[in-house]
């Protein structure tokens, strides 16, 4: 990795823009062929990413579409991993009408899937679901296996949301048996988690937790630092809502040992990559749990951080209940 780097340093300082691209782009065979610069994203490395980025913004005009197109879809994915929603749109909207361009569509899916996850955590099921049915369309008719099980796994959770739960099983058991069959590992992890979410839905929290943990398990396996903290976060609630049913009573703070493990597991992943819609979402987690516990002190500092995330980020707080 270190020498892809050193490389892509010399040749930007050159000016030779492009060939610096195509060191970014190169695949990186020991981490199932993924692209470099979207390895270095799922490592978490999201502020070193937009400054990297940001150095090719003011050299748009003299790169060729094709990498006009990743350029503007890598900073859509790290606004959005840094919870700026609309800045996010912006870039996803520039590069969507790039890829339209292009002879090769594959690109436009995957801006299409970008963009309807941030539909998503906007709440805005119709356009998320919208983008997720485009991206569909265009993985089948690519044979795209990596597009159709995310396509799939999107689709699954904005059922999940809508309480279709059987519904959201049926695509997501989908999109796990397809992610297994291919090397992306982080993709089987997220059907994993999604099937979770949706087996919490229908209390059938064993399968839930089990789900969680396998999720939780492939994420940290492969490093995958953002799928890590959302894995723990999740896990977290699922096991803090066991233990209300279980008692159906009044709870200690070691009730809620080994959730509050897990959410601040979680929050300290948040904050050490920047990704704050999953810190402002375990934060008011946290203070639910706190506030059960009747301890307003912490109930109140956590629900003021959330509370100052989202304000910087523009995003109602209520909306954070969509991310689950």
Known sequence: MKGYLEAFHHLF???????????VTINIMNYGNNQLHNQLFDWGYYREIAAFYQRFLDYL???APYYKTILLYGMGKVHYALGYLTKAINCYQQALELARTLPDNQQEGAILNGLGLVYFSLGNYTQAINCYEQDLAIAWKNDNRQGQAA??????????KQE???????????????????PDHSAEGRALGSLAQAYSGCKKYDRAIEYHQQH????????????EAEALCNLGITIATVKEVEFNQALKTEDYSEALKYLHEALKISREIGIRLTE????LNLTVIYQR??????VFKYCQQALSITSELGIPLESLK???
């Open 13 to 23: 300082e050159t000016s030779a823009w492009n060939q610096a691209l195509k060191i």
């Open 280 to 283: 402002a979402n375990v934060l």
């Open 151 to 160: 396509a799939l796994n999107n689709l699954g959770l904005v059922f999940c």
């Open 61 to 63: 005009e003299n790169l």
């Open 293 to 298: 516990l009747g301890e307003r002190n912490l």
């Open 164 to 182: 279709k739960f059987c519904k959201a099983i049926k695509y997501q058991k989908e999109s796990l048996r397809i992610s297994r069959q291919s």
């Open 216 to 227: 939780l398990t492939i994420m940290r396996r492969i490093e995958n630092r953002a799928g």
């Open 322 to 324: 969509h991310l689950g």
